[in-house]
């Protein structure tokens, strides 16, 4: 009997030291809309349905001190030296980016307006295509020119086989995206005539990529110049391979799209610990509404724009992550440094028609990734890639709008 009571002496004080979280609703994560003109430009997803990241934080215990990797201190991360950003695209690694993240296949409908709850359209069009986010920018990585290799998951059927075509055919090396038994991941995707679009994703497969197949890619993880990821991916397996490149070679760039939530819930993109996840990044690349799902903090219009950046790059920076890309749409990025220096990067050759924004947002980040891999600065890069992004918005679907070849301006080609 004492040995009973022992145990559940041992089990209360466990139950009582740990930290509650949020519960939310049952919406999944992956579902995102994008109300906003200004994010149709890139496509990114909407404000999550549910509170801020900030409010599910664990505090640190006060035994843990300032040394802890969640406490509120800014961390000088590899990436960084002397406050500058050191991205290595010398020698074997020049030019090479590896993709850790989902692979879909789309299936998107077109009509004149969004439909209404309990609503019956007609729709314009049906058309299918590849997709995922992770898929995404690394095809329009590699569609730039950059030496890419993907690491994902697909099923056993029929999508996958002509999806892996696509990939190689695109010159992405496929040879760590698995194969595993049942469906591979699909999106289904509403587009309405002003390019507003609504997606739900069934991750598939896609929740099947686990530390096992980072490990499998360590050699190409490591052996890159810079490392991209998103959140369509079991979180465990997104900071397994963000800690594998971590300080090992390559740059890490954390695009925390879909918004994420505090929670349990990983297989719909939630994070059991933000600090955590940032603090293994070098980069984070967050649009507005993700911002405001992450940090608690809404970007401002107005004479209010530049503080509202600067407070919510200055809670990522609290969280090991010292410098944040904020994708504004139409308005063009922005980019906040670890000592709260704001540095605008407005998007130049606005399209004249928004025909479609599915993949837009993937395509900024591809090609960003593309850009940094060959050694162009982080401004320069970031103006580029806009520019990238306003040209996928003027045709239909996400890879099918990416530009490649002479549809690329010669000044926005690789070096």
Not at 28 to 41: G, I, N, Q, Y
Not at 138 to 153: D, E, H
Not at 229 to 242: D, F, G, S, W, Y
Request: hydrophobic content about 40%; overall charge neutral; glycine content about 12%.
């Amino acid at each position: 009997w004492m040995r009973i009571a022992s145990l559940l002496l041992v089990a209360l004080v466990a139950i009582c030291r740990v930290q509650p979280i949020h519960s939310f609703s049952s919406v999944s994560s992956f579902v995102s809309v994008r109300p906003s003109a200004r994010e149709r430009h890139f496509g990114a997803s909407a404000a999550a349905p549910f509170p801020p990241l900030v409010a599910g934080l664990r505090l640190p215990k006060r035994s843990e001190g300032l040394n802890s990797q969640h406490s509120g201190r800014r961390r000088v991360v590899s990436g960084y030296q002397g406050g500058k950003m050191q991205v290595d695209a010398s020698g074997e690694r020049k030019g090479k980016v590896c993709v850790v993240g989902s692979i879909n296949f789309d299936q998107t409908v077109y009509v004149p307006s969004m439909p209404l709850p309990g609503q019956t359209l007609h729709g314009t069009l049906y058309t299918t295509g590849f997709g995922g986010k992770g898929a995404n920018q690394c095809v329009m990585a590699a569609l730039m020119g950059a030496k890419t290799s993907m690491v994902g998951m697909l099923g056993s059927d029929d999508i996958a086989t002509f999806t892996r075509t696509h990939l190689e055919a695109a010159g992405v090396d496929c040879k760590h995206v698995g194969t595993a038994p049942g469906a591979s991941g699909v999106a289904a995707i509403t587009v309405s005539a002003d390019g507003e679009n609504h997606i739900v994703i069934v991750p598939g497969s896609n929740l099947l990529v686990t530390a096992a197949s980072i490990k499998e890619a360590e050699g190409d993880i490591q052996g890159s110049s810079v490392l991209l990821l998103q959140n369509e991916i079991p979180p465990a397996t997104t900071l397994a391979a963000m800690r594998c490149g971590k300080g090992k070679g390559p740059f890490v760039i954390l695009n925390a799209a879909p918004a994420p939530s505090v929670g349990e819930r990983w297989q719909e993109g939630q994070w059991g610990d933000i600090g955590e996840m940032l603090g293994a990044c070098d980069l984070l690349c967050i649009n507005e509404s993700e911002t405001a799902a992450l940090t608690g903090v809404k970007v401002a219009e107005g004479d209010g724009f530049e503080d509202s950046l600067r407070e919510a790059a200055k809670k990522v920076a609290s969280l090991g992550c010292p410098r944040v890309i904020f994708t504004l749409g139409g308005a063009g990025s922005c980019l906040v440094n670890e000592g709260g220096e704001v540095t605008m990067v407005p998007l130049v050759d606005k399209p004249d028609k928004v025909v479609d924004t599915t993949g837009a947002g993937d395509s900024y980040l591809g090609a960003l990734a593309a850009y940094l891999s060959c050694g162009v600065p982080l401004s320069e890069a970031m103006s580029k890639a806009g520019r990238i992004a306003a040209i996928s918005v003027t045709g239909a679907g996400a890879q099918t709008s990416y530009p490649k070849g002479d549809a690329v301006p010669s000044e926005l080609r690789l070096p």
